[in-house]
């Protein structure tokens, strides 16, 4: 089955700074990669999402690359904020049903 | 719509009690996810149903664990029994193929 490898599990930076998540997958098959933000004492939601055919996806301060010969995507976030800190999640799937999630990351935005 | 729905929000209980937990995805989804989120295993899928159908249970952890969707706008996962260690916050999330999840709040369980 899927295996996803996210890496770090916790990151802190400064506000104003730039954040990477990176996150590898072992299924040649996969074609749809989310990302869930997941605050204390909430559910995940999604912030962004990109498909095995496009390579790069960008929503205001927040952009994701993928790299399907390296079977690698990352998520990065420009210009930090404090509300920005939370637990990352990547994903991957085949795009119908089931998806892998990775293990997440504590994000720490200090002001 | 008011998104995923999920009940009790918190839930205490003696060892060897029946708890059952209750979600309500959003209309029209057609897949339905169940899963438990803990410190040390992280974000684990339970099961996942397609059309009211149990696609992958492949990770309900044990015989005490089981789970039903009678209709698509309701399912349940209940545990009987109870034990300490099945204590964790459990999430529903719902989606269409090829789209998102859309997680509900949670269901918070202490087993004691």
């Known amino acids: 089955g899927e295996n996803v490898e996210q890496h770090p599990s916790t990151l802190s930076v400064q506000e104003g700074d730039s954040a990477v998540i990176k996150c590898t997958y072992s299924?040649?098959?996969?074609?749809?990669f989310p990302w869930y933000k997941q605050e204390l004492g909430k559910g995940p939601q999604l912030i962004i999402d990109i498909r095995s055919n496009v390579g790069e996806k960008k929503d205001q301060r927040i952009a994701v690359t993928l790299n399907k010969t390296a079977k690698h995507f990352s998520l990065h976030i420009t210009e930090t904020q404090p509300e920005d800190s939370a637990v990352y999640f990547c994903?991957?799937?085949?795009?119908?049903?089931?998806?892998?999630f990775g293990d997440g990351t504590t994000l720490t935005v200090k002001p | 719509d008011a998104g995923v729905i999920q009940s009790p929000r918190h839930e205490v209980t003696e060892m060897g009690q029946e708890v059952t937990l209750r979600c309500k995805p959003i209309s029209g989804h057609d897949y339905l996810f169940w899963y438990r989120q803990t410190m040390m295993r992280g974000l684990e899928l339970l099961i996942y149903?397609?059309?009211?159908?149990?696609?992958?249970d492949s990770g309900m952890p044990e015989d005490r664990f089981s789970a039903k969707m009678p209709n698509a706008s309701f399912s349940t996962l209940k545990i009987q029994p109870s034990e300490p260690r099945d204590s964790a916050v459990y999430f529903c999330?719902?989606?269409?193929?090829?789209?998102?999840?859309?997680f509900g709040p949670g269901t918070r369980l202490t087993v004691t």
């Open positions: 299924d040649s098959a996969s074609n749809y």
């Open positions: 999330a719902s989606s269409l193929v090829r789209t998102e999840q859309y």
């Open positions: 149903f397609n059309n009211n159908v149990p696609i992958d």
């Open positions: 994903a991957a799937s085949r795009g119908a049903g089931k998806s892998t």
